[in-house]
């Protein structure tokens, strides 16, 4: 399935940190959302609310989803 790139971007708009930080994670390489134009909104947004948080929260996102 081929996602359009605006598409990309509204679910990366819609999306938690937690959703965000899970796709970071455990996404195949080459993933479409890592990728040009797209990767990079999705690294500002992900650091944009990681920052937006208290380190402890961002620390328990992190243990919540695991490695």
Known sequence: MVIDQESMKI????????????KWRFA??????????VGKYYAEKIFAMRDA???????????????
């Open 11 to 22: 679910w990366i708009d819609l999306a938690s940190y937690e959703d965000l930080l899970r």
């Open 53 to 67: 948080l208290e380190p402890d929260e961002a620390a328990q996102v992190s243990k919540r989803i695991g490695w």
């Open 28 to 37: 195949s390489g080459g993933d479409a959302f890592f990728c040009g134009e």
